[in-house]
């Protein structure tokens, strides 16, 4: 069971858990920049005076295997008692798969990632975000690159046994940082809506975020309101909560090789996809025979219109882009990188499965080479 912390700021919350677990040894992963610019360095100071701490932020924004072995053999070595990660979801992702793997009775990493064979909890571990977005505070999963395809680590011990989510920690983050992440986390929360393996307590979850983020997020990015900047806290948190019940889908599935081959940020790129979504799931639900499926797919989709405020597809994708482009993200996939046939197949032949699986219609490599065959903002 996690236990968590919001709004109470970093320092007491973490010194109060230090103290129980009777830290003399930190192993701490932080991103290079954000660390010191969040405030969190200050935080983290304070909380540890006395107490012995091992840094590490040797790796890149999408963590890689290569440089969570390097972080193991540090951790081994030092023999902390606790690892700390604070910064956005490559860093705590990153501090998830140190602790794991670390305490496996195997170093083949790479079969213990394919089928999920963890066997060990590891240390503790607490984490703390410093962005609105991944809510990987809140999640049994990890983000891995290995040789450039992206896996996931799922496993119950994947979840954090301490979450601090301080929203102070995002008020000095750049706009576009705030943008994208923001993005990503209502990316979540409408992905867990539709998802086929919502639930009720991941609906109430998905519901609460899309209304925080949808609503606060303009004022969060563009006008910097504190108020608004916690209610984003708050919805990205309920975000991954959501998400760690239903898994992602279609949107993600589709978004990740936009990231990996175009250096498009993930947030970014997966509300690229999601927006082209909506008349994508209508002209679906148009083939449709009256029945069940039909039934339970339109009132699906009518509640994330409604959540949204919006009536239907066309005008929910239409809000979705205008949105983007007020809070300062690019539409126009041309000017990213993506303007070819070949770049439409490349696209296609990347999905994730897995997640494909998860999404509400049948999603084939057809239907996603001819998202990219529309108008380029929309």
């Not at 990316?187 to 991941?202: G, K």
């Amino acid at each position: 069971m996690q236990i968590e912390y919001f709004d109470n700021g970093t320092a007491l919350p973490l010194s109060t858990i230090l103290f129980k677990q009777q830290v003399k040894k930190i192993f701490l992963v932080s991103g290079k920049q954000s660390f010191l610019k969040s405030g969190a360095f200050s935080a983290f100071t304070k909380a540890t005076k006395g107490i012995e701490t091992l840094h590490f932020n040797d790796f890149s924004a999408n963590p890689k295997l290569t440089e969570a072995i390097e972080g193991i053999k540090l951790l081994r070595t030092f023999q902390a008692d606790i690892v700390v990660a604070i910064g956005g979801g490559s860093v705590i992702d990153m501090g998830k798969l140190i602790t794991l793997l670390s305490a496996q009775p195997t170093d083949d990493y790479c079969s213990i990632i394919e089928h999920s064979a963890i066997t060990e909890a590891g240390l503790p571990f607490v984490a703390i975000p410093t962005t609105s977005g991944s809510g990987s505070e809140a999640t049994r999963y990890a983000v891995v690159y290995i040789g450039g395809i992206k896996h996931s680590l799922t496993h119950s011990f994947v979840l954090p046994n301490y979450s601090i989510v301080d929203p102070s920690l995002t008020f000095n983050s750049p706009r576009y940082q705030l943008a994208v992440s923001g993005m990503d986390a209502l990316c979540q929360a409408v992905e867990s809506y539709w998802s086929r393996n919502a639930a009720p307590e991941s609906r109430d979850l998905s519901s609460q975020a899309i209304t925080l983020i949808f609503n606060n997020i303009f004022d969060a990015v563009c006008e910097r309101s504190k108020d608004a900047l916690k209610k984003m806290a708050l919805g990205a948190n309920k975000a991954g909560k959501a998400i760690n019940i239903t898994e992602t889908t279609g949107a993600h599935a589709i978004s990740y090789s936009l990231t990996t081959r175009y250096s498009i940020p993930h947030g970014h790129a997966v509300a690229l996809i999601l927006g082209k979504l909506f008349t994508v799931h209508q002209s679906y639900l148009d083939t449709l025979a009256e029945g069940p499926l039909k039934t339970d797919l339109t009132n699906t989709f009518n509640g994330i219109y409604s959540l949204l405020a919006c009536s239907d597809a066309g005008s929910c994708s239409n809000l979705w882009h205008e949105l983007m482009v007020k809070i300062g993200l690019e539409t126009d996939m041309a000017k990213l990188g993506v303007r070819t046939p070949e770049d439409y197949q490349f696209i296609a032949n990347s999905i994730n499965p897995t997640r494909l699986r998860n999404h509400p219609i049948q999603l084939n490599r057809s239907i996603v080479g001819n998202l990219f065959n529309s108008s380029a903002s929309k």
